[in-house]
């Protein structure tokens, strides 16, 4: 048995093969091209939540000095307050020797 085919036949053929391989990728590149806008999409979205708890992280950070204090500045103001208020008993002692020495 033989099969005879034509050059135009033949030209056809892989004109046709060709064509169909073509759409074929295209199709698949669609997919593809779909599938990662979704993709980038669901990350955009998701990169909005982190923008926003990365901004309110900023914003908890800027207020944290003025609403924190901590214990070794506490403890330093409490030493200067004492001290003061050790010097004016100082003082206040010694006025009132004074006026006892001078009755």
């Given at each position: 048995?033989?099969?005879?085919?034509?050059?135009?036949?033949?030209?056809t053929?892989?004109?046709t093969?060709?064509?169909?391989v073509?759409?074929a990728?295209?199709?698949?590149?669609?997919?593809i091209?779909?599938r990662?806008?979704?993709?980038?999409?669901?990350?955009e979205?998701?990169?909005?939540?982190?923008r926003?708890?990365?901004?309110?992280?900023m914003?908890f950070?800027?207020d944290?000095?003025i609403?924190y204090?901590?214990?070794?500045?506490?403890?330093?103001?409490?030493s200067?307050?004492e001290a003061?208020m050790d010097?004016?008993?100082?003082?206040?002692?010694?006025?009132q020797l004074?006026?006892?020495?001078d009755?």
């Amino acid at each position: 048995m033989m099969v005879e085919v034509e050059f135009w036949q033949l030209v056809t053929l892989l004109v046709t093969f060709l064509g169909f391989v073509f759409g074929a990728g295209r199709v698949l590149l669609g997919q593809i091209d779909k599938r990662l806008d979704a993709r980038f999409a669901s990350l955009e979205v998701e990169s909005k939540g982190w923008r926003t708890m990365e901004r309110d992280w900023m914003a908890f950070k800027a207020d944290l000095p003025i609403q924190y204090v901590r214990r070794e500045d506490y403890v330093r103001g409490q030493s200067i307050l004492e001290a003061k208020m050790d010097a004016l008993a100082l003082k206040i002692e010694n006025l009132q020797l004074r006026d006892r020495g001078d009755r």
